[in-house]
Structure formats: structure tokens, C-alpha cells
């Protein structure tokens, strides 16, 4: 756990590459006043990614990237979260893997969340993987980021039971509203003011 003195909040950057409901309830965590984060900038690989709305809405400044070429992508966010000192970054739906450069050269923690109860069920198309297994349970995890794909360090995870009939729609749904709940808290267990 990282202690933090006074009431300076962490600079964080969320990336997103979608519809960004996490990156809503990151936003409405970090307005609370006993939150350890202010969120300063999202990042986003996809100019048409709904989420960026979130920016307008609460005001917080948002930033695309072709990603066409990676690396010079990388050099761009990089250099634009250096300027606004961000300390931490939350992937939250960002579909883009960070590079072992990026990552060993962020002076900072990064964290995840991915909707499976990892190390179980990495990578994409975890829903319906989990069905066709016969899964009893899914849910979801936050974890640290290192250089290997949804293998880095568990910081909180929630089980999730899975009804009879359910599809991978409807299962994505129910994990969903579990990670609103589950990433704020993972945040709150890493930095506490
Ligand atoms: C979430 O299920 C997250 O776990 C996964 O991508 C999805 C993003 O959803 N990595 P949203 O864009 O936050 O609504």
C-alpha cells in the first residue's frame, strides 16, 4: 500500500478504447472527497470510442492516438503524461498492450481490469469461453500491469455465479456492474490519503 501525505491526490490517466463505463464510475470515484486519485487525462487509441463523452461531460481533457505506428503512438502518450505528472495509469477497456519499454519507463504504477477471475480466462473473448467451458462462476480482477498479457500482479478480484442459461451477453452485463464496484476499491487498497 502506498500512504499518502496531506491531501494530494495521485495524477492518474485512464485509457479506454470503448464505451467507458469504467472510466464513469473511475471519474465519479475520483470526485469524491476522500478519494486518493484526481483523474487529469483520458487516452484513447479509438477517435470514435464513446467513452470519450466522459471528458466533455466531467470536464477532464481527453487525447486520441493513431496507432497506426506503435512505438511513435507510445512516444506521444508518454511524453503527454509526463507533462501533466501523472503517477498512475488505469487501462480500463483499453485494447492496445502497452510495450515492456512503456511500462519499465513509467516511473508509476499501472493497473487493469479484466473481466474474468484471472490467471483463468486471459485475453479476449473471455464471456464466452467461460460458457462453452461450463464455468459455475466468473467475475472480474484488478491487477498491477507488467509486460505479460492479464498476468501481473492480483490486487482485487469478485466471483460472479453463473445462472442457467446465461449468455455471454448477459454475463458480461452482471460483471460489469461488479467492476464499477471493484476498481475504485482495488485503487482505494493500493493509495490510501
Ligand atoms: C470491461 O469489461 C473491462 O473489464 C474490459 O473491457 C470492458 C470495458 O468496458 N477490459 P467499458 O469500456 O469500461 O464499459
Redo the contacts with the bound molecule.
Keep these: 500500500m502506498v500512504r499518502l501525505t496531506g491531501l494530494k491526490k495521485i495524477k492518474c490517466s485512464v485509457f479506454?478504447s470503448?464505451?467507458?463505463?469504467?472510466?464513469k464510475s473511475l471519474i465519479q470515484f475520483s470526485n469524491k472527497k476522500n478519494s486518493p486519485i484526481s483523474i487529469e487525462l483520458i487516452i484513447s487509441d479509438n477517435f470514435n470510442a464513446k467513452?470519450l463523452k466522459f471528458g466533455k461531460i466531467y470536464k477532464i481533457s481527453n487525447k486520441v492516438f493513431n496507432y497506426k505506428n506503435k512505438s511513435i503512438a507510445e512516444k506521444r502518450i508518454f511524453s503527454e503524461i509526463k507533462k501533466k505528472k501523472i503517477k498512475l495509469i488505469c487501462l480500463?477497456?483499453f485494447m492496445k498492450i502497452l510495450s515492456k519499454k512503456f511500462i519499465k519507463n513509467f516511473k508509476g504504477e499501472i493497473l487493469n481490469?479484466?473481466?474474468s477471475l484471472l490467471p483463468k480466462y486471459k485475453g479476449l473473448n473471455t464471456h464466452q469461453r467461460v460458457i462453452s467451458n461450463g464455468e459455475k462462476y466468473s467475475g472480474?480482477t484488478v491487477h498491477f500491469v507488467n509486460s505479460r498479457l492479464d498476468s501481473g500482479k492480483i490486487i482485487l478480484q469478485k466471483k460472479v455465479k453463473i445462472s442457467k442459461g446465461e449468455t455471454a451477453k448477459s454475463l458480461a452485463k452482471k460483471i460489469?456492474i461488479q467492476?464499477h464496484i471493484l476498481y475504485p476499491k482495488a485503487i482505494k487498497k493500493v493509495f490510501s490519503l
Design positions: 479506454i470503448g464505451t467507458g463505463s469504467n472510466l467513452g480500463a477497456g481490469i479484466h473481466p472480474c460489469l467492476e
